[in-house]
């Protein structure tokens, strides 16, 4: 038998994260040890009430409300608090007392990772978060390492479980956005208040940070254009499903053109989309997670699997444990982050993408010809326009898919369209992805 | 503009991959040196005839013919030959020169990579080989540090393009193995020789790799069981698509229990299998290759993408390169394999699956009872038997599913089978996966 040295861990958070975590690091200690070429000793585990009902049984003994002293005799910080703070002033203790560090907080990396970065940077910290994206799904390292040579044109993520859940519920059943959150809800896939999930916060934190990845680039969360899946209708995704189409919360990171100056420039945004079902992001359904990836080399990627959990997101904890801790036995410092491009983030108005617009007009003559020439005049290009059949009050529906236009025009466009005499109302606007 | 060292990077062989390697250097010099922390300086290319003709038009003195002079200069030394030897004596020579080396040979790797880590592991050098499989999907990282905190149960690959393009139009369009092979020569998917991918070799070669990472246990290739897909008829692949499952060329690594010592070992397998078509691997078309892996904290993963080509496998050869440069410009060693598990491989007679079998028989009373017991006298319980139409010389088909039976068992059902007086012949045997 090896003796293995003993690194001491210490654990920020007990919830369902943290309390999976412990109960692997416990169950497998010695295989661990093996794997990572030393013992990795938990020394604590700190949280806000001690006697709070825990989804595992842990010893009594591991747990401390005193965060602060448990960082300072750690090696290594595990960080699973999750939120803003305490968890930017404890990471910041955490490697500034010489320990490195592992997270799962999204929201701490979108929001203040140029500070924990730089923080790490100084003192040669490793500083790991294969977590905060995707669950179990590898996808951190496969951009950081496995894809550091490649130029990275573009991401489409379904990156938020829950939004995913309810999208496809909608697809299969019909359901209304409405009954279809309520039985995410019943099965445990959102949260009692599930604004974070439905109106794209938690979507946009992940885009921020594969953005920040993939285009070596700064990209704050800030700078994310943001829609949640609030807006979609049942009416919405039947009549994509028609056309072929299927509604995703998409995560987008694109590296285009400034179309104003030509400069190169990337795009981080969230918000839902129309796929071509022949896409393989139309096949990830229910909570599951995929993140495609188009790369000029590699060409392009899917990365598949569960993108939440307790267990599955600790698997991805552990790994980053492991890895940080044979680095740490080995010598040598972490690998600072890779943001030297600082390109331009684009205003959503500057971007360009393809529309589907819905739009009741009145049914008489010339109306088409109205119409195209609303597009035409904001510099729209239709592909390709359909009408059904007229109702009873005289009224038909229209639906117009663009080329590539910019989002300025097109919002433009909807205006000049709901100000127009002819136009009843424009009754649906979805993007078009993934083509 | 920043100034940063140089590292000198040795390129042995100049083919389809190499030239894409040197191009990529060459193109993208200062994106690379910003990336990497250091210039990555092209000191040569090693090929045996430095005059002939390439995929790509390179400076003509960048070739040489001299790899071990080059590579006694080398900070980090590249080899894309393939092959055994010289790979073998070049890499070992660059790692006992203090050089990090970066290959993409899967062959090198299954048949000598115990001699390659050991050496390694004794000077500190870096050792990467996220090319070696999958191309430019990266799974070598994913398994190596994002999963090392998890229990891997089992892998199943499409881990080659040419024979995943050859089933996939075998299954699509009802061709014969030897006109979709001959599709795939002229499309440029299967080589003059096809012999290492339609035997199963290159498939085999990855199977040992992923097997040894997943397990922490090394998997030398000669373990691992090889069937190609030479054998499979265009009647085997119409009768699994009727019965709603495809067939795929797959790598299985699998974690499972001794049956006789009910200790923990792992299988390396692989052959053509029947996979439903529900299950993810069946949507993978084409030359693409995709990477499934079962764990238990994360549950189901998939890794997709181009499994070959100049520029894909490029990709990934350039990711390694530019994640060892960052280790050799921050300092501290290459991590060691984790090859601690030393679990035992099982003979393929030890491993269970199930198995789809078709017969013919003799259509007369109290031929199923028959069949029936030859299967119960050898331990394999059947799952489904299907009886179709007798034809006019008084014979009928049948179709037996198995439930998980030893390999072992099923070749002792199949060879009494082909023996009894009531069986005509034993037309298919195909095992079924991914349940």
Known sequence: MIEYRSLRVALLGGGTVGSQVARLLLEHADELAARAGARIELTGIAVRDVDAK??????????????????????IVVELIGGLEPARTLVLQAINSGADVVTAN???????????????????AQLAYEAAVGGAIPIIRPLRDSMAGDTVDRILGIVN???NYILDRMDTTGDSLESALAAATALGYAEADPTADIEG?????????LASLAFHTLVPVEQVHREGITGVTAAQVESARKAGYVVKLLAICERLRDPDTGDEAVSARVYPAMVDRAHPLAAVHGANNAVFVEASAAGDLMFYGAGAGGAETASAVLGDLVAVVRRHVAGGPGIAESTHAELP??????????YAVTIEV??????LAAIAQI??????????????????????????GTHEARESSLADTVAALAADPVVDQVTSVLRVEGA
Chains 1, 2 share one sequence.
């Open 54 to 75: 825990r989804d595992v049984d842990l010893p009594h003994e591991l747990f401390t409300t005193d965060a602060e002293s448990l960082i300072l005799g750690a090696d």
């Open 106 to 124: 999204k929201a701490l990396l979108a929001t203040h990772g140029p500070e924990l970065f730089e923080a790490a940077e100084q003192v040669g």
């Open 161 to 163: 479980g829950t939004t």
């Open 201 to 209: 916060y938690d979507a946009a934190q992940k885009a921020a940070i």
């Open 345 to 354: 983030v684009l205003d959503i108005g500057q971007v360009t993408t393809r």
């Open 362 to 367: 009145l049914d008489q003559p010339g109306v």
């Open 375 to 400: 597009f035409a005049a904001h510099g729209v290009s239709v592909e390709q326009l359909e009408q059904t059949l007229s109702d009873d009050a005289g009224r038909a529906t229209l639906v117009i």
